[in-house]
């Protein structure tokens, strides 16, 4: 559902949004922050929540990588929990 939604978000008139691969959301954590684990400046009103990535985990298909911004830990989850998205553009 996280990739379906980026996917077909449309957003300030652009249409090429995508779920980030788990390196790329991980990339923004800040661990010297916490509660949001993230430097608020550049990414504000960023709850302190565990965000999907589009990488799935290795040999499963019920399985998903994603970064928790409270306290910037990567996990894996069951893909049929709801956590929140940050969709992004570029490849």
Known sequence: ?????CDA???SGKSDWRLPWVRELS???DKKE????IDT???PNTPAAYFWSA??????SSG????????????????????????????
């Open 41 to 43: 400046d550049a990414f």
């Open 34 to 37: 916490s509660n949001p684990s």
């Open 55 to 60: 990488s799935l985990r290795a040999g499963s």
């Open 9 to 11: 978000l449309v957003l």
């Open 27 to 29: 990339s923004i954590v």
């Open 64 to 91: 998903a990588w994603g970064v928790s911004f409270d306290g910037g830990v990567v996990n894996v989850s069951g893909i049929s929990f709801t956590f929140e998205v940050r969709c992004v553009r570029g490849s």
């Open 1 to 5: 559902d996280a990739k379906t939604y």
